[in-house]
């Protein structure tokens, strides 16, 4: 390390950087400084800010041209809007930024960055038998394509949107689910919220994705499944009615075209019996990853 210093501070004189002495504080600053970096870009790549970015991007261009050529009415008109243009974006984007606050307080986040200190801390949210009904239910609904759109909670409360449906309070059973979304009957418009090991309700309105990237061919209950997975930590998965194909969302993106096996994986990892590393939730991970492949949101 010390000779490619010093070959840097000979050869190439200009880098002053060199000759400073770098302390352990300012590498902790670097570290600091890259990790918030990364966090707000991975925000604004998962979040509508997002294509607010690329305006921008695309004016600062537009803004750029005008000091260039020193067009000062428009810049004296730039000066003045500013600050309008800064307190408009912290109003329109309020939702996103009261999230991304509430993401710095969860358990979770800081488990991920720090660990949990005990790997074999594990907290079952549900059973091995409702993930294996909810899989069986999932299954057998795509195969005769019975649309369905189906809310897990995780640590965010879904007691709001519960309160749009009909209370069930019934343990889950693919029997259960298979009947409520049949066609024709009084439970089968809307979601179905599960906490645990309980359907907690039917019927519920959930709010809908306006992600203009989400694609145009999906309907209201993929836009509904994606919304609720906006707004709160709930993984939903939804059958489609007319494919027939499963997908899943989680923290605003859609999976599409799941197969059973990969439901599976992903419903087993939420039920936290696999021990939380650093790495974060194993099937989350690995649902995240590939879903980049395939993402429509
Ligand atoms: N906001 C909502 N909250 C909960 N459920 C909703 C909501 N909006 C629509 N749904 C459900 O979605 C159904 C309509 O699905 P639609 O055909 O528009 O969606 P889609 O995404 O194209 O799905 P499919 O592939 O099953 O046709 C409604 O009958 C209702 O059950």
Redesign the pocket.
Known sequence: MQTIKMWFIQYIPGLYIFRMPVGIIDIIEIILLSFLVYTILVWIKNTRAWTLLKGIIFLGFFVALIYLFHMDTLIFIINKGLNIAIIAAIIIFQPELRKALEILGEKMFLVNIFGSGNEKDVEQRCSDKTVNELVRATVEMAKVKT?A?IVLEQNETLEEYERTGIDLDALVSSQLLINIFEHNTPL????VIIKGDKIRSAT?????SENLSLSK????????GV?ISEVTDSVTI??????G?ISIAQRGRLRHNVQEEELRTCLVALQNKVPVTKKGIPGVGILRKKGKESDEA
């Open positions: 649309g759109l089968h418009d809307g979601a519920c309105y959930l709010p809908l061919a999906l309907g209201t209950r993929h836009r509904a919304g939804i059958v489609s009615e007319e494919t194909k």
